[in-house]
């Protein structure tokens, strides 16, 4: 079993940047691929990023350039750091695991967060 908790968002305005934290319980942390969703309201939990067990990274198109993933297995955490926000990315951010290899589709993880609200104003 694994609890994620997420942490650090917040309001910011557009080109601005936060970073968002999520810290796993657990012993098997290094053996977890996770990845950050994000869910608009009104509209379905899609995809941002994900890093797997080796540091292999994925990326939605739309966060190319501006986010990055990062993981630190002794800390159990993984972070993201958002630059040069933009309205659309306002959103819940979630943190997700999975076991060894992320994946882009939601059902494939079996391990959630709460969520933490972004808000990105103009």
């Known amino acids: 079993q694994v609890q994620l908790v997420e942490s650090g968002g917040g309001l910011v305005q557009a080109g601005g940047s936060l970073r968002l934290s999520c810290t796993a319980s657990?012993?098997?942390?290094?053996?977890?691929?996770l990845a950050w969703f994000r869910q608009a309201t009104g509209k379905e939990r899609e995809f941002v990023v994900g890093i797997n067990t080796g540091g292999g990274t994925t990326y939605a198109d739309s966060v190319v350039g501006r986010f990055t993933i990062s993981r630190e297995d002794a800390k159990n955490t993984v972070y993201l750091q958002m630059n040069s926000l933009k309205l659309e990315d306002t959103a819940v951010y979630y943190c997700?695991?999975?076991?060894?290899?992320?994946?882009?589709?939601?059902?494939?993880?079996?391990?959630w967060g709460q969520g933490t609200q972004v808000t990105v104003s103009s």
């Open positions: 997700a695991a999975r076991t060894f290899t992320v994946s882009m589709a939601r059902h494939d993880y079996a391990y």
């Open positions: 657990g012993r098997t942390f290094r053996s977890y691929g």
